[in-house]
């Protein structure tokens, strides 16, 4: 299939433009070792692109969760903006005379193995995407669409890990056992160990996000 590099061009400037900090592709032929309702086909007939965009956290508050009281709705203040960032996505990629959806989280795509086939940096041992600029403080939303844009080349592996364990080691609950990344053993810790912001307000964890510092050293070698 013939993919078109200017029209990459063309989206990549606009996300830029719009404020997305990390912008990527993947091809949606990467997808096909997941499960059905994990592939992008799956939410959009004829798709040819996975489109990633990222936010970076820049200030924990924007990492932060809110329940409404009124009604148990949670929000995040990142989503929020990565969901605006995807509706104008979406409407300047159908401008272009192209389809595109944005993905939610479940069922939805694996937003950091999107990133990591999209070529825009590895998994880490912290089990997060680690990026060039802002190492795992990211958050990351993406869109589906049938417009054929030029891909990255998947990494599948984080050469940044191999000397380092500083996030595993940063790690309060001990969540790291045997260099895996242990659900079962994080969440609990999270939960009981949430930081009020205000009634309402929490922030999680986000010791192993912090620890992972490799984007300083690539900025300094750059
Ligand atoms: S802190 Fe070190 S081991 Fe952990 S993800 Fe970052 S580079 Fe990899
Ligand atoms: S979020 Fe906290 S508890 Fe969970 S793995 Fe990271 S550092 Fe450990």
């Known amino acids: 299939m013939e ?35 994990n592939q992008p086909e799956n939410y959009l007939k004829n798709s040819k692109t996975v489109v990633i ?66 070529g825009i940096g590895p998994i880490g041992k912290n089990n997060l995407l680690i990026t060039e600029n802002f190492g795992s403080q990211v958050r990351l939303r993406a869109l589906v669409t049938t417009a054929p844009l030029k891909c990255g080349n998947p990494i599948l592996e984080s050469k940044y890990c191999k000397e380092c364990d500083l ?10 056992q045997n260099g895996k990344y242990n659900k079962d053993i994080c969440q609990p810790y999270q939960l009981l160990h949430l930081k009020k912001l205000s009634e309402n307000t929490s922030i999680w964890c986000n010791d192993c996000v912090e620890s992972c510092q490799i984007y300083k050293q690539l900025k300094i070698t750059c």
């Open 3 to 37: 993919r078109d590099l200017k029209l990459t061009e063309k989206i990549r400037k606009y996300c830029l433009k719009i404020g997305a900090d990390v912008i990527g592709f993947a091809d949606v032929k990467h997808f096909n070792k997941f499960q059905k309702y």
């Open 53 to 118: 965009l990222g936010l970076h956290i820049f200030d924990l508050v924007l990492d932060a969760w809110n329940i409404n009281p009124d009604n148990g709705k949670n929000y995040q203040f990142a989503d929020v903006i990565l969901e605006n960032l995807g509706n104008l996505t979406k409407g300047f990629i159908r401008e272009l005379g192209y389809e595109s959806e944005i993905i939610s989280y479940t069922p939805g795509l694996f937003l950091k193995d999107t990133a990591a086939l999209a």
């Open 167 to 176: 996030c595993v080691k940063a790690c309060p609950a001990g969540a790291f």
